[in-house]
């Protein structure tokens, strides 16, 4: 109900902007006569990220952050977690790292993702300048590892994968594109979809409706929406920033609830507390 109160919202003001986009290219169209006028309409709707509430958790819950069925997911670096919808633990993975990556190095799981009971887990190794890095996949109910398969990237923060398959990281933990994979074809790589400006320190991201949605851990905290839609695939809007800017911010989940828009991951100054910031996203002004 509240998704599609959301969803209502961002129609509502995509028709605003592209009214408004139009009107705007007519009058700098007729200020050169050497340019087509320009009648397609890529404006993105703007949207702005207030926080609306925060929630300290188990400081143990400080990498990795996605919405699951009956509750969440979290992620540490060497362990996963499953919660109910109150954030109570009901299942955990300790180690969660197979032996077999452990062998090759790898140490740290980042930003994970739920799609179609699977647990999609970023597995990164220390050497970035070795140009791999690694992607876990584990039953979202039992977590029980199912598979692996190495990924041509120098870092891995986040994975995130959308209902058709196709999955979303990062080369650098910063940059200007996005990598996808096609995940049921052995995560062949695709092209890549470039942004509109670089984004620095993403710490998370989280497909949903449309869009890929960041967290950082840049200057200001940022979190950004990337459009996946057609005529506007890779602007990228600032949204707002989750707040605690001397701390960490980590993973995001982007799936509404009733109370909030985003969830993002947040690691105090002084290592604890671990705060879920819950923010909703509405047009810009509002
Ligand atoms: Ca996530």
Redesign the pocket.
Known sequence: MVSRGFITVVLAVVLVSCASGSSNRATTSTSTTTRAPVTTTTAAPALSARVVKEVVVDPVYRQ???RRDGGWAFSFNDGLFLTDDALHQTKKLVPAIPAEWKARGFDHIG???VADGVLYAPLEQPNYKLGHQAMLMYDATTLAYRAGVEVPQHEAS???VDPSGIAYSMDHFGGAALLRYDVANGWRPLAPLEMSRSIARVQ???VYHGAVWL?TDDAHEGVYRVDLRRGRQGQVQSLGSIGHVDGEGE????TPTANADLRVLSIDAKAVPVRIVELRVTPAGH
């Open positions: 990795g952050l996605a930003d994970i993702d986040f994975v995130t998370g991201a989280d967290s993973g995001i989940d982007a």
